[in-house]
Nanobody, 121 residues
Framework: QVQLVESGGGLVQAGGSLKLSCAAS????????MGWYRQTPGKQRDVVAI???????NYADSVKGRFTISRDNAKNTVYLQMNSLKPEDADVYYC???????????????WGQGTQVTVSS
């Protein structure tokens, strides 16, 4: 089993910054794509940013130029640096990781428990 533990959420004023972290632990041979998603209760979970094992990234249009995703493969950790935060960025943020464990060749997707980001105007 694999666990993802997020940290770094909180309350920030509009224009401020937060950095989210997500550490994976457990039966991990390799982590492929990692990412951050966000969700408002009652709505679908939307991708914010993803980072592949080779370091390539993709961002939602709404966060390009403001958010930066990065990873530390040695620590099995993914980060999301969020700058110039807007009230519409407020949401529950979830990290996601596709993990290869043991001798498996098909990765399994795991989710963190979510961390609340609140942006005051």
């Amino acid at each position: 089993q694999v666990q993802l533990v997020e940290s770094g959420g909180g309350l920030v004023q509009a224009g401020g910054s937060l950095k989210l972290s997500c550490a994976a632990s457990g039966s991990i041979r390799r982590i492929n794509t990692m990412g951050w998603y966000r969700q408002t209760p009652g709505k679908q979970r939307d991708v914010v940013a993803i980072i592949r094992n080779d370091g390539s990234t993709n961002y939602a249009d709404s966060v390009k130029g403001r958010f930066t995703i990065s990873r530390d493969n040695a620590k099995n950790t993914v980060y999301l640096q969020m700058n110039s935060l807007k009230p519409e960025d407020a949401d529950v943020y979830y990290c996601n990781a596709w993990v290869l464990s043991g001798a498996t060749v098909i990765p399994t997707g795991y989710w963190g428990q979510g961390t609340q980001v609140t942006v005051s105007s």
